[in-house]
């Protein structure tokens, strides 16, 4: 079993910046896939990045403004959103899988997610 705890969102005005962070408990955190996604109101959850160690992945149009990365010597990852659009306002969740053929982007191939934290971007 593996317990994920988001922290880091609030409420911003845009142009400005998020750490989000979420704190894994469990067994192996350094062989999961650690993945962001995003719920916007009224659309689907979406994937945001992925880390299955080494490559990050990002989904388009996102990677410039949000990096994701993982310590795991803390059992942790983050994504660090800078210059934050409105269109960023969403609920971010972090999610994991002990699976190493899954599809990282897809929401689907994850077993594990926290309970997620919200973000506002004002304009």
């Known amino acids: 079993q593996v317990q994920l705890v988001e922290s880091g969102g609030g409420l911003v005005q845009a142009g400005g910046s998020l750490r989000l962070s979420c704190a894994a408990s469990?067994?192996?955190?350094?062989?999961?896939?650690m993945g962001w996604f995003r719920q916007a109101p009224g659309k689907e959850r979406a994937f945001v990045a992925a880390?299955?160690?080494?490559?990050?992945y990002y989904t388009d149009g996102l990677k410039g403004r949000f990096t994701m990365s993982r310590d795991n010597t803390k059992n942790t990852v983050y994504l660090q959103m800078n210059n934050l659009e409105p269109e960023d306002t969403a609920v971010y969740y972090c999610?994991?899988?002990?699976?190493?053929?899954?599809?990282?982007?897809?929401?689907?191939?994850?077993?594990?997610w926290g309970q997620g934290t919200q973000v506002a971007v004002s304009s």
């Open positions: 469990g067994r192996a955190f350094s062989r999961t896939t």
């Open positions: 880390n299955r160690w080494p490559t990050t």
């Open positions: 999610a994991a899988t002990y699976s190493i053929s899954s599809l990282v982007t897809s929401s689907d191939e994850y077993d594990y």
